[in-house]
């Protein structure tokens, strides 16, 4: 069974940083919709982090609420651009 440091180096890695490279490259090249990816990106891993730290459901509520709303700010934004 894997350690738990594996699970969030995991997690980190798989969610986090694509989320944060795109929040700075969106943000650097005047890009929201890429920003919004990012977030999305973001809050994906929240959920992920919050299954292994065994958090209450309020916190699956609350990230996937973000991230379906910066999901579709990004869509819209990649459609309207």
Same mark, same amino acid.
């Given at each position: ?11 980190? +890695?798989?969610?986090?940083?694509? *989320? @944060?490279? $795109?929040?700075?490259? #969106?943000?650097?090249?005047?890009? %929201?919709?890429?920003?919004? +990816?990012?977030?999305?990106?973001? *809050? @994906?891993? $929240?959920?992920?982090? #919050?299954?292994?730290?065994?958090? %209450? ?16 700010? #990004? ?7």
């Amino acid at each position: 069974m894997p350690s738990t440091s594996q699970n969030y180096n995991a997690i980190f +890695f798989t969610w986090c940083v694509p *989320g @944060l490279l $795109l929040v700075v490259f #969106g943000t650097l090249a005047g890009r %929201p919709m890429l920003t919004h +990816f990012g977030i999305a990106l973001l *809050g @994906l891993g $929240l959920i992920y982090y #919050g299954r292994a730290k065994r958090h %209450p459901r309020a916190w699956y509520v609350l990230w996937l609420t973000i991230s379906t709303v910066y999901l579709i700010l #990004g869509m819209t934004e990649l459609i309207w651009r």
